[in-house]
């Protein structure tokens, strides 16, 4: 088998393992999108971003950071998926509520904008290596019950 193969059946097998660690209804969102992997730190003509979510095209596009596993950054862009499919208005405004109270207890972590940190924190639950920076058991918690 040549190594790029290789390569592309080991990629898809971790995908599959990933989809498998989430709810059904969250992995159902994104089951026929292809996922796409890019050799660099971030993005092919982005480098802001390490990872893509395009409804539209049914496509994931992860980099392979160097401080973040690929695991990570496709569980992060799944969140952002459950967000805008799943979670009501009720709900992220519980949530926009609780990061509102965590934010005055920790300043330096929670700077992103709720969408960003709630992606994080749905990756910090499922993803096999965990981001000390986004361990918060309360955002863990009210994230777990979606």
């Known amino acids: 088998m040549e190594f790029k193969k290789y390569l592309e059946s080991e990629q898809k ?31 092919e003509g982005d480098d802001r971003h390490i990872g893509l979510i395009d409804e539209k095209n049914k496509r994931i596009t992860i980099a392979s950071p160097w401080n973040y596993g690929r695991e990570y950054t496709l569980l992060h862009e799944i969140g952002h998926a459950v967000w805008k499919f799943i979670l009501n208005s009720k709900k992220k405004s519980e949530w926009k509520d609780l990061l509102k109270k965590e934010r005055k207890k920790n ?25 000390e920076k986004y361990n918060n058991k309360t955002l863990m918690d009210f994230v777990s019950n979606i």
Request: aromatic share 8%; hydrophobic share 30%; proline share 4%.
């Open 13 to 43: 097998k971790d995908v599959k393992s990933t989809l498998e660690k989430i709810p059904k209804s969250h992995a159902d969102l994104v089951r026929d999108y292809e996922i796409v992997f890019q050799p660099s730190n971030t993005l």
């Open 107 to 131: 300043k330096k972590n929670l700077t992103q904008d709720d969408e960003e940190i709630f992606c994080m924190t749905y990756a910090q639950i499922h993803a096999k290596n965990k981001i």
